[in-house]
């Protein structure tokens, strides 16, 4: 269905053991990978949505232990958190800007800015052992909610909260939440680079090519293929 510019299609996707209809709605014209990202948040909303269902979630406001971990996000992700943080009233941005200013600070002074050939897990269990509060944590609860990472709306947990502040992680049993993460961290870089959400503003001062513009239904595609991988 095509009208006022945009495109609405029913994507029907078997993923894990999910079969999942979910309505997307995207720009015809081409557009930088930023504007697909809200379709493709509701449309990870529902693969949670539809996990949790049939599970206890412990997760709850204000328990905030997993917002202490390292966040892993994309260019299209750190774009789209950039633009929010610019749009952010004068104050709520310099405050904002001050903790990622503090998280960076501390994250290379404890040598944790790049790999340096520290494998994923690794770097996880570092990082998580600075007990970093992401810079979007305010009173315990994430401040851009709506807005959040996709990887911040699947990790969800049904073991006991309290275990979620372990350094080791030990009896915290994840939902099993496929993760379409993983396919959106594709859709600019195909080789799913990405950076710790603490480093944003770091990693924005880092030269990058231009933002490739693509219509809505082919930045849809790219997620597609890349979910089939
Ligand atoms: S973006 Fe929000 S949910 Fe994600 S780690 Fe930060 S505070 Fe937590």
């Known amino acids: 269905m095509a009208g006022s510019g945009q495109s609405t299609a029913t994507l029907r996707l078997k993923v894990g053991n999910l079969d999942i209809a979910h309505p997307i709605t995207v720009p015809n014209a081409a557009v930088p990978a930023t504007e697909v990202l809200p379709a493709l948040q509701g449309l990870v909303n529902a693969v ?6 049939d599970l206890t979630i412990s997760c709850r406001k204000g328990c905030a232990a997993c917002c202490r971990h390292l966040v892993p996000i994309s260019r299209t992700e750190g774009e789209a958190l950039l633009a929010l943080v ?50 979007f944590l305010e009173d315990e609860s994430c401040s851009i909610h709506p807005d ?9 947990v049904t073991s006991p909260a309290a275990l979620c502040s372990g350094l080791a992680q030990e009896g915290v049993t994840p939902a099993p939440v496929p993760k379409l993460s993983l396919a959106a961290q594709r859709l600019q870089d195909e080789d799913g680079s990405w950076f710790a959400l603490a480093m944003l503003m770091a990693w924005n001062r880092k030269p990058r090519p231009p933002a490739r513009r693509r219509s809505g239904t082919e930045w849809v595609q790219r997620f597609l293929k890349n979910l089939s991988r």
């Open 48 to 53: 949670v949505g539809a996990t949790e269902a």
């Open 148 to 156: 959040r990472p996709l990887v911040c709306r699947e990790h969800l």
């Open 86 to 135: 610019d749009a952010m009233p004068k104050e709520r941005r310099k405050a904002v800007r001050a903790r990622f200013a503090s998280a960076e600070a501390q994250i290379t002074a404890a040598g944790l800015a790049e790999p340096a050939g520290r494998g994923d897990q690794e770097m996880s269990l570092a990082y998580f052992a600075l007990r970093l509060a992401c810079p």
